[in-house]
C-alpha cells in the first residue's frame, strides 16, 4: 500500500506542475496580445 502511494503522489505532482505551466503560458500570451 505504502508503494502505490509513492507513484501517487508523484502524478499529483506533475498535474500540479503542467497546471502551474499552463496559467503561465496564457499569461504571456495575453501580454503578447496587448502589446
Do not use: D
Not at 3 to 30: C, E, F, R
Amino acid at each position: 500500500r505504502h508503494a502505490y502511494n509513492i507513484p501517487v503522489g508523484i502524478n499529483v505532482g506533475v498535474n500540479k506542475a503542467q497546471i502551474q505551466h499552463a496559467s503561465v503560458t496564457v499569461l504571456v500570451l495575453i501580454i503578447k496580445l496587448k502589446k
